[in-house]
């Protein structure tokens, strides 16, 4: 349930932006997958589960960093400078505007690697509000300063340990 508090004075503005009421505007225009599927094509398990039918429990946990061992650590680093090098096989990004795109006649999308993907959805989620009329509120920070700052994370996180494992 979204809370209908206002955001407060450093957000004036209602209904302009996507974020506002983020998670709820972006569950309710996705599909739905079903069991224990999850992903844009209800193509993978969802956290917690493994199989072909994605039935399996899976538990992970993580170790406390400072409790890896130095050849843990340096698994670790492979992955992260893995992901600089592995273009994503899922994902893109807009390289321009609705607007720059003709009303999306003229697609611009670039491929783009699994490291800087995660370094986009964080910037996506905490850039400036686009206004109507061409101005920019640059007072506003829905992935820190709003009450999904919690749920947002975890589930930047989940994905982002989904994708480097």
Known sequence: ???TSPLGPNFPF??????ENWPTVFYNRTCQCQGNFMGFNCGDCKF????????????????E????????????????????RTISSDYVIATGTYEQMNNGSNPLFADINVYDLFVWL????????????????????????APAFAPWHRYFLLRWEYEIQ
């Open 1 to 3: 349930v979204l809370s």
């Open 14 to 19: 209602s209904g302009i932006d996507d974020r």
């Open 48 to 63: 917690g589960f493994t199989g072909a039918n994605c039935t399996a429990r899976r538990r992970l946990i993580r170790k």
């Open 65 to 84: 960093i400072f409790r890896m061992t130095t050849a843990e650590k340096d698994k670790f680093i492979a992955y992260l400078n893995l992901a600089k």
């Open 122 to 145: 964080h910037y996506y989620s905490s850039r400036d509000a686009f206004i109507e009329g061409g101005q920019v509120w640059t007072d506003i920070d829905f992935a820190h300063e």
